[in-house]
């Protein structure tokens, strides 16, 4: 059962371009959903985040965008540049046994072209 | 400062031996975490441990032994693995929020 999932497991975009990476939970009880991103044998970074009482937040080239309606999220990096060229994840966050557990996506591998 | 750090970097181990992953936090963060993640899938939470007690345990093997002897000190105990728990393992920590930083990870493989 994928509670959160990324439905594209890559995506090619031009330097200075829009990117926009898609996300799709199905669990109602989610209170927030944070992007991270993946270089090669590093940790995920964490970029931005979103409550789920919220539809926008904005940090710099990063937006995430909430429809709760729909279930759906989205991160917008504008412009797009080269060093943004890795595996970005979806995740959500729900409290269990009084403890904040972490659901992940499939990832998205974003490549930036010049 | 968001630094997690993680020991080894990368670790063989046979099937019959005992090692340890050492993960440490000087950020005053109160809940730490066990992940594992296998190549081109996402990490899978495997404990979560909060004000140094076990909170979450994810149905993991025994062979997979946690341990948390202080708020900034996060140990994975193995023993006996098989091949197929060759991952890389990270550890997390976060203070109150939502929030978990993560470190670099340790890539084992279990031979």
């Known amino acids: 059962d994928q509670q959160v999932k990324q439905n594209s497991p890559s995506l090619s975009v031009q330097e200075g371009r829009i990117s926009i990476l898609n996300c799709d939970y199905t669990?109602?009880?989610?209170?927030?959903f944070l992007w991270y991103k993946k270089y090669p044998a590093e940790g995920p970074t964490f970029l931005i985040s979103?409550?789920?009482?919220?539809d926008k937040n904005e940090d710099g080239r990063f937006t995430v965008f909430l429809n709760k309606s729909a279930k759906h999220l989205s991160l917008h990096i504008v412009p797009s540049q080269p060093g943004d060229s890795a595996v970005y994840f979806c995740?959500?966050?729900?409290?269990?046994?009084?403890?904040?557990?972490?659901?992940f996506g499939q990832g998205t591998r974003l490549t930036i072209n010049p | 400062d968001t630094e997690v750090t993680q020991t080894p970097k990368h670790l063989v181990m046979g099937m019959t031996n005992k090692k340890s992953l050492k993960c440490e936090q000087h950020?005053?963060?109160?809940?730490m975490y066990w992940y594992k993640q296998k190549a081109k899938k996402p990490p899978e939470l495997m404990f979560v441990?909060?004000?140094?007690?076990?909170?979450i345990n994810e149905s993991v093997p025994s062979r997979f032994s946690p341990e948390c002897p202080n708020s900034s000190l996060l140990n994975l105990h193995l023993h006996a693995l098989q091949p197929e728990d060759s991952a890389l393992y990270l550890c997390?920590?976060?203070?109150?929020?939502?929030?978990?930083?993560f470190g670099a990870g340790t890539r084992l493989s279990v031979l």
């Open positions: 997390a920590s976060s203070l109150r929020g939502h929030i978990q930083y």
């Open positions: 669990n109602s009880m989610f209170d927030y």
């Open positions: 979103i409550s789920s009482i919220k």
């Open positions: 995740a959500a966050t729900v409290i269990i046994q009084g403890a904040q557990k972490l659901v």
């Open positions: 950020m005053g963060h109160r809940a």
């Open positions: 441990y909060s004000y140094e007690k076990l909170s």
